[in-house]
C-alpha cells in the first residue's frame, strides 16, 4: 500500500463492505462514516447468515445482534442481544455519540434504537428460520470452521462476523466489528465481537486489531487487545496476531480441536497482520489501488 488510506476485514464478503467504506473515506466522510458504511453491507444482506438481517437465531428462535465502533480518540459505542433492527452498527454508534455510556444491551437496547427511529424489522427470514429447525432435530454445538465462506449455508452451526478496521492517510485509525454471533447460541449469550478489547480494539499511534471465529476463545484471552498490546511492545502487525493465536492453542489444547479463530490487524502505517487457526480464513484488504482479496490466510495448524 502506498501510505494512503486502507479499509481491512474479516472474510471474502468484507470486499463488497470494503468497497462501502472507501466510498464514504472517499466522498469526505469521517474514519467512523466509513466503518459504520462498511458493516451496515453484509447487516443488510439476506445472504448472510452471520450478520443483521437473515442472521441465524439462538436457540430460541430470536436474532439477537453484537456490534462495536470505535475511534482512536477513546469513542467506544457497543450494542449486545439487539433486536428486531436491521443496522446493529449505527445503533452502536448512536450509543458512542448520543448516550452517556459505552455498552448497551437486551431489551435496553431494541428499546433505545426505538427510541432513536431505527425501524421495527423481523431479522429472521424463511431460510434462517428452517436452519434452525433443523437444528433443532439435534441441538447439537459443534464447531465448525470457516463455515462463514460456504453459501448457501444451510443449517451448519455458523459463527462469524465482519470486522472491518481504516486507517486514513495520516494513520488515524477506527473499527468497527458485526455479527449475529454463533448461531443458535444459547439465549442471552455475548461473544467476543461487541466487547471492546475482545473482537476489537483501537490505538492511535499503535494499530488495530479485530477478530472472527468463535467468540468465547478470543474473549477468553482478550485477543484484540493483546495484539494491540504486542504491537506497542513493538511487534508487526503479523507476528502480534501470530502471538495471540500461539497464546490461544497453549492455553486451549485439545479443547479448541476444529474451531477456528483469526485475527487481522493493522498499523497507522498501513501493514497488515493476519493470522489464525485452522487454514481457511480469508480477508479483503482495500487501498486506492483497489481491492485485494486474501484467499489464504496464514494459519497455525
Ligand atoms: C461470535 N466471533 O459471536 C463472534 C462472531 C463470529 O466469526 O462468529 N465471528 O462468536
Not at 179 to 197: H, I, L, N, W, Y
Not at 201 to 212: D, K, L
Not at 221 to 236: C, D, I, N
Amino acid at each position: 500500500p502506498g501510505g494512503g488510506a486502507m479499509i481491512v476485514s474479516t472474510w471474502d464478503f468484507g470486499a463488497a463492505a470494503n468497497d462501502a467504506a472507501f466510498a464514504r473515506l472517499k466522498a469526505g466522510g469521517t474514519l467512523i462514516d466509513a466503518v459504520e458504511a462498511g458493516g451496515m453491507v453484509p447487516e443488510a444482506d439476506p445472504n448472510n447468515h452471520s450478520v443483521g438481517y437473515s442472521g441465524y437465531p439462538d436457540r430460541d428462535g430470536h436474532v439477537t445482534l453484537d456490534a462495536v465502533i470505535m475511534d482512536d480518540r477513546g469513542g467506544v459505542g457497543a450494542v449486545a442481544a439487539l433486536e428486531d433492527t436491521v443496522h446493529a452498527i449505527s445503533v452502536a454508534r448512536r450509543v458512542m455519540e448520543k448516550t452517556p455510556h459505552t455498552f448497551i444491551v437486551g431489551e435496553g437496547a431494541t428499546r433505545f434504537a426505538r427510541d432513536q427511529g431505527f425501524p421495527k424489522v423481523n431479522l429472521l427470514t424463511p431460510e434462517a428460520e428452517k436452519a434452525w429447525r433443523d437444528w433443532l432435530k439435534t441441538s447439537q454445538y459443534r464447531p465448525e470452521a470457516n463455515i462463514e465462506n460456504r453459501r448457501p449455508r444451510g443449517g451448519a452451526l455458523d459463527h462469524d462476523t465482519i470486522g472491518l478496521l481504516a486507517r486514513t492517510a495520516d494513520g488515524r485509525m477506527a473499527g468497527a466489528c458485526t455479527t449475529s454471533g454463533m448461531a443458535f447460541k444459547m439465549r442471552g449469550r455475548v461473544g467476543d465481537s461487541p466487547q471492546v478489547g475482545a473482537g476489537l480494539y483501537v490505538e492511535a499511534g499503535v494499530g488495530a486489531a479485530t477478530s472472527t471465529g468463535l467468540g468465547e476463545e478470543v474473549t477468553r484471552v482478550s485477543g484484540s487487545a493483546r495484539v494491540v498490546a504486542s504491537m506497542r511492545a513493538g511487534l508487526s502487525p503479523q507476528a502480534a496476531c501470530e502471538e495471540v493465536v500461539r497464546h490461544i492453542a497453549k492455553l486451549r489444547g485439545d479443547a479448541i480441536k476444529g474451531t477456528q479463530v483469526g485475527f487481522l490487524a493493522l498499523s497507522p502505517k498501513g501493514e497488515v497482520g493476519a493470522f489464525c487457526l485452522l487454514p481457511g480464513f480469508t480477508y479483503a484488504v482495500t487501498d486506492s489501488e483497489g481491492v485485494t482479496v486474501v484467499k489464504k490466510g496464514p494459519s497455525l495448524f
